[in-house]
């Protein structure tokens, strides 16, 4: 992993509020260039609120955020132009093949043909998928897709790609290959901003916010947080923190 | 209401198919009375299947369940009265309150929420204060403890659970199975299924399932005490090359990340690992920690899976 001090992601006194509901409460925190940064929380904690703000597609209620060097209050289109996103329900067309959904997401952040087609080769080849470049999606077992869906989100080379939830429900080796790729694309340069429900996921992470009802209530590197709550695993500091 | 073994849930080579996909290949496998039992595996193992074939909301190609002694053919209707199911999708309806979602599941099965409510009392009394609210209007820690109240509210021997906790975050899950484990107590045979490999050591027994087929079935300790070989647990400061590096090492068997470890195995010959770690620093790595470890669940469902 890329041991870098360019800040990617910035957040001071991020507030998000609905109506009286204070979803996200004066959150501060920053992700480093090719950073592999684990957001934690319970059901209903707000991380999808700030992923939203993140990602560009809701506007934070008040404090100052920085994503890939750009604001998100003024610059929304080029924030959306620099990041990937992809969530375990929704990534891919299940009635395209694979082929397509790839042309599709090239096209739609305006690459050029000659590069999506030398791209694509590239990719058919590293993902070892040749030979079901036509099938359709929804053919492909879950693990497949999903690698397709990761591959799919950073073929724009995206400065930041959004993970949300990426592994739920896959066997352990696929799950696994997915890792791989995560380190893979960190080790290139993308910072990884990854959501999960596996507690041992969040080891994998180089550093990681736990979130509670609004507000960070553990940053830190995984080694970090289990010192300062004393726990044996990220398991213990998640129940700490949430319960 | 066991049959001769004191099986209360007896499947036999079952199978199901859907078109050309064979979901569940000739399974077998029993359950005994208070039992907890969990099928553990990934989407698309068969898990939910094997559950819509034993709640007779589905036939079965080939082979026989039997529950209690009934068929799940001839005596499916029988059978729908010994058995509380909790399906993978929230089943209640969204339209209605919590306590209206309870009274409905209770008058179908032609009781009251008063005749049992000591068996729901510890789950319910934590939704009743919002008895009013609309169902769908919930937090899923809560659905889910109505979806589970729902489920036990006329009184089944048999509690069957599809997933009840994917998508829960960590401590909604533990208090899930605490719940699961109290009702076991109170004498409720219980089938749960989970693609979480650490839920298994909270179960009885296990059936380690995937592709439609079970590969182990056994407690969760013995499962540990087959895996039949080394294991380590390693880990340098460059993890993403040490995963490269490893992987094209010829002793090497198998190289998993496990959180900030990898856990590796070796092929025979190349159990004595004293000389990988100067090697490793040779290489060019630095911190690197290494050390035999016990395989978990999850070890064993990927060696099981090569």
């Known amino acids: 992993m890329i041991k870098s001090t360019e800040n990617i992601i910035e957040v001071k006194d991020l507030v998000k509020k609905f109506g009286d509901f204070v979803a996200n409460d004066h959150l501060t925190f920053e992700v480093k260039k090719g950073e592999i940064f684990g957001f934690l929380g319970a059901n209903g904690a707000g991380k999808t609120t700030a992923i939203k703000i993140l990602s560009g597609l809701s506007y934070p209620t008040s404090g100052e955020v920085n994503v890939a060097g750009y604001d998100v209050y003024k610059e929304r289109e080029k924030v959306k132009k620099n990041i990937g996103y992809m969530s375990q329900k929704f990534s891919l067309y299940e009635d395209l093949t694979v082929k397509e959904n790839i042309r599709f997401y090239g096209g739609i952040y305006g690459l050029s043909n000659k590069y999506i087609k030398e791209k694509t080769e590239s990719l058919l080849d590293r993902l070892k998928m040749r030979d079901i470049q036509n099938s359709l999606i929804s053919s492909l077992p879950l693990g497949w897709k999903q690698k397709i869906a990761f591959s799919v989100a950073i073929f724009h080379s995206p400065k930041i790609v959004f993970l949300d939830e990426p592994t739920g429900g896959v066997d352990p080796i696929t799950r696994r290959d997915f890792w791989e790729m995560i380190y893979e694309a960190s080790h290139e340069g993308i910072t990884v901003f990854v959501t999960t429900h596996y507690m041992d996921e969040a080891e994998y992470c180089g550093r990681v916010s736990i979130m509670d009802r609004g507000s960070i209530e553990g940053l830190g590197t995984p080694v970090e947080l289990k010192g300062q709550f004393n726990a044996q695993n990220m398991d213990e500091v998640f129940l700490k923190i949430a319960r | 209401m066991s049959n001769a073994q004191g099986h209360i849930v007896s499947v036999k080579g079952l199978k199901k198919t859907y078109d050309s996909v064979e979901a569940v290949k000739g399974i077998d496998f029993s359950v005994s009375k208070d039992e907890l039992f969990g099928l553990i595996g990934p989407d698309g193992a068969g898990k939910t299947t094997i559950f819509r074939i034993l709640t007779t909301l589905m036939f079965p190609t ?118 699961l484990i109290r009702l076991k107590e109170k004498g409720i045979t219980i089938l749960v299924s989970t693609p979480y490999m650490d839920e298994a050591n909270l179960c009885g027994r296990v059936a380690l399932i995937q592709n439609g087929e079970i590969m182990s079935i056994d407690t969760p300790q013995k499962i540990i005490e087959n895996f039949g070989r080394k294991l380590w647990a390693i880990k340098s400061d460059n993890i993403y090359q040490l995963i490269q590096d490893l992987k094209t090492d010829n002793r090497i068997h198998t190289v998993f990340p496990f959180g900030e470890y990898l856990h590796i195995t070796v092929k025979p010959g190349y159990d004595d690992l004293k000389g990988l770690a100067p090697e490793l620093n040779r290489m060019g790595h630095s911190g690197v920690k290494i050390q035999e470890i016990e395989a978990n669940i999850e070890d064993c469902f990927m060696e099981l899976m090569q």
């Open chain 2, 62 to 179: 080939e082979g026989s369940a039997n529950i209690m002694d009934l068929n799940v053919v001839s005596d499916y209707k029988k059978i729908r009265n010994h058995l509380g199911y909790m399906p993978q999708r929230f089943s209640l309806y969204q339209d209605l309150t919590v306590e209206e979602n309870l009274e409905f599941f209770a008058r179908i099965f032609g009781t009251t929420i008063e005749e049992n409510y000591s068996l729901i009392k510890d789950i319910y009394v934590q939704i009743e204060p919002f008895k009013t609210r609309k169902a769908g209007k919930l937090s899923g820690g809560m659905k889910q403890k109505l979806a589970l109240s729902c489920a036990l509210i006329h009184s089944p021997e048999i509690l069957i659970l599809d997933e009840p906790t994917t998508g829960v975050d960590a401590v909604s899950r533990k208090e899930f199975w605490e719940m």
